[in-house]
Structures are given as structure tokens and as C-alpha cells.
């Protein structure tokens, strides 16, 4: 590309042009351009940078020379990455201000309204059941919990999980088939070392967990997403597993549709592939009645992955995998010898938890919750901004409120300069998603974070961010 590309403030959401030289490696000039950006604060600490592919498609260049760029500056600490929050410009990197900096319009340096999905208020734990259930854990505790842990997880909790799960999700197991984790995302970790790749997975979805598996040497390949779910259909034979999401697709909304998990089942059962359920959020229901977990059709070719971190708190690092039988063995010797990751006091506290129903009790009072927020979300768009469409609010802890196409971008940096962080669905694409295939411009907000005084506010923030109906 012949003379200069101009990356101008529509881009990186701040009063800043970036001038990329048209010659010489294009990596290096960007990362360059973008170091000198930091250097005399133009960037300041803070601010996000856009995904990969805008900004490489802006630019004229690979995606791949973007992506390479940004991964050496997060190196060197120019940068931060981070799960669900993109990639910014690193808080240590402090901007040398020039004498004769052009004075431009200040904004927030950190969010004042948090509408990012993926956590409950911190402040709705539930204390003093946790602590009830704590005292009477410990009281009854057998001296063994105090020893070296067992890397299948304590057989009280594992028990407790096989009553709930059959009980709330229609999952099939016994506790020696369920081995506890850490989190979804250490249990993929597990599951990455043990089946190995490629993978499949829906082209919208949390670029942290296939960054995940990529560092574990499994690569992914995008399906489609639909009104149906993933389109199981585009499955092959060379895919040794699918990370799918059934319960409430993430970030579009609405389960997998009955007849794409009976394919989704056939497809393993013929090919010998594996359908890993990441059962995130299949609690939380609003307008409809309960979707079983897909493990339940057949549980020799299906992993379910779940957490209480969007239930209760991601504070806790208690996760589990409902394994087929062949598969427990080999994920608890990658796991370790002995118990590395989950307290044994919280895995008994959370065991009593459930047993004593204090979990279910919990689990209703943040359904009516995130429904009251939900609706709240709902009204405050009905009225202020009825052009735009909310989708995916069936269930889930966030909504999709979708935007004209173009615009999604200068929608993030609006929402931003109003103090407002909120994600656009661009964040959770599969990079390798073929452009006609069901890309769309939307924002993804999570309802459920902000404290309730706050709530109101952020709701305010987020309609004087979304463009004018026309």
C-alpha cells in the first residue's frame, strides 16, 4: 500500500490519528506507531484498543500482523489483555505528556457504570447461609479434609453435585464419574490435554477460553450460529470435540434446539468426537421452562462443565466436569496427584450448601433478580430507544441489544465517553468466522453486576450512548 494509513479517532475510540508509514514490516511500524501513541500519551492507560480484525481491515493489513502486534506489545507490558475486557493499553505504561500537548476533552480513565456480562453484584453473596454452611462443614469435617487433597474433588461435594444436577438439569452420573475443578476454564485446560484437537466452536463465544485451548495446542474452528443454536450440521469427522453452549447460547441467546442435539449426539456416536457442554448460565431462566443439559441424551460422548461462579460468586474457584467413564482416569492423572486448585473447606462448605437447600433457595432469589433487571432493561430501552431490538433475554445474565450495521463501534466509544463499560458482539466472534456468516452489530449487556443504586444510572448511560432511530 502506497503512502499512509491514517487510523483516525473512529478507531481507537480517542482523539488520535495514528499514522502507519506504507513501507516496511507491518508489524513492526504498527507496533511502533502504537508504542509512540502510549509514549506521549495520546493512548493513555486504560484505554481499549479494537479487535484484531477491525482493526487490521481498517488499516489494510492482515489480521493475523494486528494480532502478532498486539501480543508483543502485551509482552513488553505496553498492553494488557484481559478475559472479557479486550485488549488495553497497560496501567503501568504512564504517558510522557508533552510541553504543548493539544488540549483535548476529557474523559473517564476508568468506567463509572459497568454493564460488562459475566459476574453477579458481589454484594448479593449470600453471607450468612455461606457462613452457616461453613460452621457446620468444619464441625463435621472427617480429619482427611485437612490432609492432602484428593484430586477428584471431596466425595461429599461430588454426591451433593450428582443429587443436584440430575434433580435440576436432567444430567446422568454417579460422583465417581465427576471430578472437581477449578472453573470451566480449568476444566478446559483438562479436557485440551487429554483429547487434543481440532476443535469446533459456535462462531460467537468467549475469546478467552479458544485463546485457552490455542495455548494448549488445540485449535479451533468456527460453526454458524443461528435463531436454532450452533449448526451442528457443519461438524466433520476431523473434529475431535465441540465446545458448544445449549442452554442459552453465548453471547447470541436462546438454546440449542431439539433436533441439533440429537444431531449433535449422532455426530459424536459416529465419528468418536467429543461434545463438551459448557453449562454457564442453564440456572437462570425467565420466560420459558427448564432445557435439560444435552449430557442427559447420552452420557458416554458428552462433558458438562459448570461453576458457581455466575451463580455465586467467581471468588470461589469451585468448577466441575461430569465426565464419560473412559475420560476419568485420564483427567485426574493430568490433574495432578493431589489437590492443587479448590480449597477442600470451601468444596465441604459448598457440599452443605446444596444439601441443606440453602443453593436452590439462592439460585430462585437471583432468578428474580436478574428478571426484575432484565425488565428494567427491557422498559428503559422501550422508551427511550425503540428502534433498537433486545434478543437473547429468555434466560442468561446479559442481553443482546442489537444496532444498525456500521455502527456497533462508535456505539462502545459513545457508551464509554458516558462513563459506560459495556461490550459489542465484534469481542466474542470467532476470528476465523467467514464475514456473511451471521455477523451483526449489537451490543452485549450484562445486567447483573452493577449495585442496585447504581443500576438506574448505568441504564441511563447506556440509551444516551445508542444512535438516534434513522
Sequence with gaps: ????????????????????????????????????????GRLIPGTRLPPYRSLAADLGIARNTVADAYAELVAEGWLAARQGSGTRVAERAAPVTPAHRPRTPERPSRPVHDLVQGQPDPAAFPRTAWLASARRALSTAPNDAFGPGDPH???????????????????????????????AAHGLRLLAEVVGGPWAAEAYGLPFHRGLLA????????????????RVGELTRRDRAVLLTPAHQFPTGGPLRPARRAAVVDWARSTGGLVVEDD??????????????????????????????????????????????????????????????????????????????????????????????????????????????????AAGLHAVVELPPGTERSVVRAAAWQGLAVEGLDDYRHPGAEQADGERDGLVVGYATPAEHAYPEALEALCRALPPPG
Design 280 to 393: 454457564y448460565d442453564g440456572e437462570f431462566r425467565y420466560d420459558r421452562q427448564p432445557v435439560g443439559a444435552v449430557q442427559g441424551l447420552d452420557p458416554e460422548h458428552v462433558v458438562l462443565l459448570g461453576s458457581v461462579s455466575k451463580s455465586l460468586s467467581p471468588a470461589l474457584r469451585i468448577g466441575w466436569m461430569v465426565l464419560p467413564e473412559r475420560l476419568v482416569a485420564p483427567v485426574v492423572a493430568v490433574k495432578g496427584e493431589r489437590e492443587q486448585f479448590s480449597s477442600a473447606t470451601e468444596q465441604l462448605t459448598l457440599a452443605d450448601f446444596v444439601d441443606s437447600g440453602a443453593y436452590d433457595r439462592h439460585v430462585r432469589r437471583m432468578r428474580q433478580r436478574h428478571r426484575r433487571r432484565r425488565d428494567q432493561l427491557v422498559a428503559a430501552l422501550e422508551q427511550r430507544a425503540p428502534h433498537v431490538r433486545v434478543t437473547g433475554i
Design 153 to 183: 474433588g471431596r466425595p461429599e461435594l461430588r454426591r451433593a453435585l450428582a443429587g443436584y444436577l440430575a434433580r435440576v438439569r436432567g444430567v446422568r452420573t454417579s460422583p465417581e464419574r465427576i471430578v472437581l475443578c477449578s472453573g
Design 215 to 230: 495455548s494448549h495446542g488445540v485449535g479451533t474452528r468456527p460453526v454458524g450460529v443461528d435463531r436454532d443454536g450452533a
Design 1 to 40: 500500500m502506497a503512502g499512509s494509513w491514517v487510523n483516525s479517532a473512529e478507531i481507537l475510540g480517542s482523539d488520535l490519528p495514528l499514522e502507519l508509514p506504507g513501507t516496511g514490516n507491518r508489524r513492526a511500524v504498527l507496533m511502533s506507531a502504537l508504542r509512540e501513541a502510549v509514549r506521549s
